[in-house]
């Protein structure tokens, strides 16, 4: 799969098999991100915007709940930059850097911190998102990205 462009992803862990869901689909501040079977609603729908130039080999994104369409109304973020940190929810722009794998999926870490730091579902029993210290090949820190739709046109 090609780096994905602008436009409205879900995003699959492919460890867990379980979808970036934005919990009980509050955007409340400081509401945790999870991981979720597959529902086909707008909690697990993610505005996906480049932060750099086509074409260029910097992979750095945003990625933004879809809640209330408008292409993108928060994103999702930690309250430090530590192993075992919830995700969370937050009004306040982050920027994400994917890192593309031969199978098509990515592993995604902040710009900002620790790189070895990435996104994961670490525990079969508990669907929390957090951050863990990278490990190479562990599925529970793959995502795949699949795209739902465009962006709305700006008017």
Request: hydrophobic fraction near 30%; charged fraction near 20%; include cysteine.
């Amino acid at each position: 799969m090609p780096f994905p462009t602008d436009g409205i992803y879900t995003i699959k862990n492919v460890g867990r098999d379980l979808m970036l869901d934005l919990k009980n689909n509050s955007t409340a501040e400081g509401n945790q991100i999870q991981g979720y079977a597959r529902n086909g609603t707008v909690a697990q729908q993610w505005v996906i915007k480049r932060q750099n130039e086509p074409g260029s080999p910097n992979k750095s994104v945003t990625i933004q709940s879809n809640n209330s369409g408008n292409n993108g109304n928060g994103c999702f973020a930690t309250a430090s930059d530590d192993s075992d940190e919830p995700v969370i929810y937050t009004r306040q722009a982050f920027i994400v850097d994917l890192i593309a794998r031969e199978d098509d999926t990515y592993t995604m870490s902040f710009t900002l911190g620790n790189s070895n730091l990435v996104l994961s579902i670490p525990s079969a029993k508990h669907n929390d998102v957090k951050l863990e210290n990278f490990v190479g090949g562990s599925a529970r820190q793959q995502w795949e990205f699949t795209r739902v739709g465009d962006l709305q046109q700006i008017r």
